[in-house]
């Protein structure tokens, strides 16, 4: 089978889970705190706070924004139809709004144009976020979409959970805004299994993200000093520990060892394996060239670190992606769907669908259309010949 995402646990892998093991700790310790440091300074951010996941780096973020004040319940969030469904359901489980906007057909991200439109129609004082998703590894116009925000007062949350290391003049996704999410899940450009992250500049928005993803336990200090005997919380009053005292309401979104020491090393071999999936997008480009009449390829920039090699049908009475998604399974070639336009397609916000229904028609055909078959590090030359015989035999 030719997987969308693979992952090998190799002789360094099962050095660093044994050094966890010997380590005599598996929750949260010395190897998320190292992971934190090294991702911030990666990304080129202040602060990094691992979490259980990048739907609860997401949950966590927003929240934040709301206990700080910086957005109200409520709210609405203008984001994307077409991502993975955690960014949605992140928006709705905090109690704020989403609103969409279309998306651009080539990069799968919401445009400033869309954006402007919307709120020029709209009244900006009831929205308070621009959440742009950097969908497969393409980067949202930040520039633009930032100028917009400054000038209907909103601030943006990026969501670059797809895409680590995508690059805008030189400057990573995720440095563009007040905050940003980022996921580790196995079949992202880089991973571990399951572990988030938020990324941020500002140091009240890091401690509560701390506390939150601690039940909002008091504690929300970047390194802890208990063991020196020094606990800038303490006392909280003469007989309380910060620890069990909890000021917010949170979750329990804490991260575990494993994943980080297995994250420090993902750090370690990032420009190789982006690298890596790169060059395979441009070979399996180079393979389907011949198809650009049936498919809509992925477009290439040396800027981009790919989530994956996405596709997008456009000769739909040639082939429809059912039919091209059975047969690749059928030849051994893993595909997903490209997520589906959430407010039509997807069931759980079947309660928008009157009020999307014919209103993001790019998102709809992406949603209906497009689907993605994997660009990872361990593709071999094999692999990308034999993507694209595949193709030939089926398209012919
Ligand atoms: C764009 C986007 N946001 C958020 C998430 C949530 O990340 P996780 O699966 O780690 O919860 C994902 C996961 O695929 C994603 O693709």
Not at 80 to 86: G, L, M
Not at 330 to 349: D, K, V, W
């Amino acid at each position: 089978m030719i997987t969308v995402g693979d992952f090998r646990i190799g002789a360094e892998e099962k050095e660093v889970i044994n050094e966890v093991i010997k380590s005599g700790r598996i929750s949260e310790g010395k190897y998320v705190k190292k992971f934190e440091l090294e991702f911030a300074k990666k990304v080129g951010v202040k602060y990094c706070v691992a979490l259980s996941s990048g739907t609860s780096a997401l949950i966590a973020g927003l929240l934040s924004l709301i206990y700080s004040g910086k957005i109200k319940k409520g709210s609405k969030v203008i984001t994307t139809p077409v991502t993975y469904i955690a960014t949605s359901n992140a928006i709705m489980l905090c109690g704020l709004e989403p609103v969409y906007v279309d998306i651009d057909s080539k990069t799968f991200c919401i445009t400033p144009e869309n954006i402007e439109k919307l709120l020029k129609i709209s009244d900006p004082e009831e929205y308070s976020l621009i959440l742009p998703v950097h969908l497969m590894g393409y980067p949202c116009d930040m520039e633009e979409i930032v100028k917009i925000a400054q000038k209907y007062n909103l601030l943006v949350f990026e969501d670059a959970a797809q895409a680590h290391n995508t690059k805008i003049k030189g400057k990573n996704v995720g440095t563009f805004s007040i905050m940003a999410d980022y996921s580790f899940y196995i079949a992202h450009n880089i991973q571990v299994g399951e572990m988030g992250a938020i990324v941020t500049d500002d140091k009240e928005l890091a401690g509560l993200v701390r506390q939150i993803k601690a039940n909002g336990r008091m504690c929300d200090c970047l390194e802890c000093t208990r063991n020196q005997n020094k606990c800038p919380k303490e006392p909280v009053d003469d007989d309380n520990d910060p620890r069990f005292t909890h000021n917010i309401i949170g979750y329990n979104f804490k991260t575990m060892e494993f994943q980080a020491a297995l994250g420090i090393l993902q750090i370690s071999k990032i420009e190789e394996i982006i690298k890596k999936r790169r060059e395979n997008v441009k070979k399996l480009n180079e393979k389907l060239k011949n198809f650009e009449n049936i498919l809509q390829l992925p477009y290439y920039d040396e800027n981009i670190s790919y989530l994956a090699y996405p596709l997008v049908i456009k000769d739909t009475l040639k082939i429809s992606r059912l039919k091209l998604r059975k047969e690749l399974a059928n030849n051994g070639i893993e595909s997903r769907p490209l997520f589906g336009c959430i407010p039509t397609q997807q069931p759980a916000y079947s309660f928008l669908k009157d009020k999307y229904t014919g209103k993001l028609p790019v998102a709809e055909n992406i949603g209906k259309n497009g689907f993605y078959i994997g660009c990872h590090q361990y593709l071999t030359e094999n692999d990308i010949d034999y993507i694209g015989e595949i193709f030939k035999k089926i398209l012919k």
